[in-house]
Each structure stands twice: as C-alpha cells, then as structure tokens.
C-alpha cells in the first residue's frame, strides 16, 4: 500500500504487503525528523528517527527516506501487520529548538 | 520504568467551567513538554519546561491557559475558564535531555470535552 508522493488522510494496505506514507514537512530549515505511531487511546510512540545530513535511516522492519530538495519524508514498513494499524505522523523541529512540529497524521488499516 | 502518566484520562465539563489536567513525567526527566490535538488536526505545541523554569510558551493559545511544575516534577494545565473550542486531546511529553538523542515520551492523552 503506498500514497505516492502525496499526503493522504488515510491508507489501507493488506496484511504481509509493504506499506509506505509519505509526508511533506514545511520548512527546509528543520534538520530533525520523527515519525510517531498513535494508537486509537494512547499517545503517539516513537518508531523512528533521522537527521538532515542523512537520507536513509533503517529500523526494524522500518525505514526513513528523507529527500531535502523536495522537503518530503517517507516511512516504509515492511511486512505489514495487524497490530501496525494506527495514525502515524511526521514530525520536524529547526536546529537548536526540539520544539516539535506535527503533520496532519495518516491513518493505516491493514486488511487481513 | 513507568512512563508518562496524565490525568484524568476523559473529562467533559461545561462552557465556562475550570479544568485542570495533570501531567507525571517519567522519572529523572527535566523536560516536559505540553501538546495539544484538536479536532482530527495536527498536533500542536502549547508549551515546555525545563525542571520549573518555563523554556518556551509560544504555542500557548490564550491567558485562559495556566501551566504550572512547582518543584520540577508533575505538572498542571488549567484551563479557566473553559470555551467550546478547547475541546481536543492534551498530550503530555516528557525527556530525559533535548536533542537528536533524546526522543519525546509521550502520555496517553486527556481527553478534554467542553459542552
């Protein structure tokens, strides 16, 4: 499942396929980025994160892609699974604030 | 280790009436951090400390909106008085430093209702 290129509200993906989500951050100053996963009650968890000297980050069963010409930020996750249905957002902060500054959020079913 | 405790976990109160949200970090934490989602939107900054001190409130709507950490430990945000469009869900964060190694814990949220 992938939204490609764009950000979309919403994204459904069958159970064991790739899924991608795609956010486009707003200002090219920011040099850190994260991606949280909130699950319906609780509050948003880290997955993963990457700095702007880099344009590749892998995690488990995870990866950031960070493309700083275009100001866009990725999230792969491999194998989808049931329990990686939730709203994942992208999240920047500028150099010396750590201030986060959230996306509009994603929300991702997996279909079994 | 415990994480980021809030409480309460829902409250609804009535146009005009005072709320106040608690907020525990995890221990040994001198960072914390207050956030709000409203509506399905993007989550938003409201304001942060560091121990006591109050680093930054920029994010901090109106003076309707109090946040206090006496002693560099729990922290309140107190909404007097409340209006409609404060209704969203307050996240409290939590960090042990600031920076790239440092990642925000975040509670489960109190969901605020204001009718």
């Known amino acids: 499942g992938e939204n490609v290129g764009l950000h979309l509200p919403t994204l459904s993906v069958q159970e064991g396929d790739n899924s991608i989500i795609n956010c486009a951050y707003s200002?090219?100053?920011?040099?850190?980025f994260i991606w949280y996963k909130q699950e319906s009650g609780k509050g948003p968890q880290f997955i993963i994160d990457i700095r702007s000297n880099m344009d590749k980050r892998q995690g488990q069963r995870v990866t950031v892609l960070l493309n700083k010409t275009v100001k866009h930020l990725s999230l792969q996750i491999a194998a989808t699974q049931p329990g990686d249905s939730a709203v994942y957002f992208c999240a920047e902060t500028l150099p010396n604030d750590y201030k986060l500054s959230f996306g509009a959020g994603t929300t991702v079913t997996v279909r079994a | 280790e415990a994480g980021v405790t809030q409480f309460p976990s829902h409250s609804v109160i009535e146009k005009g009436q005072t709320v106040t949200l608690r907020c525990d970090p995890i221990?040994?934490?001198?960072?914390l951090y207050w956030y709000r989602r409203v509506m399905g939107k993007e989550i938003k900054f409201l304001l942060h400390?560091?121990?006591?001190?109050?680093?930054?409130e920029s994010g901090m709507p109106n003076n309707r909106f109090l946040a206090e950490r006496t002693g560099g430990t729990y922290s309140t945000l107190k909404v007097q008085p409340a209006e409609l469009e404060d209704s969203g869900v307050y996240f409290c964060?939590?960090?042990?430093?600031?920076?790239?190694?440092?990642?925000?814990?975040f509670g489960n949220g109190t969901r605020l209702t204001v009718t």
């Open positions: 400390f560091v121990k006591e001190s109050k680093q930054d």
């Open positions: 964060a939590s960090s042990q430093k600031r920076g790239y190694n440092s990642p925000l814990h």
């Open positions: 200002n090219s100053a920011s040099d850190y």
């Open positions: 221990s040994g934490h001198d960072n």
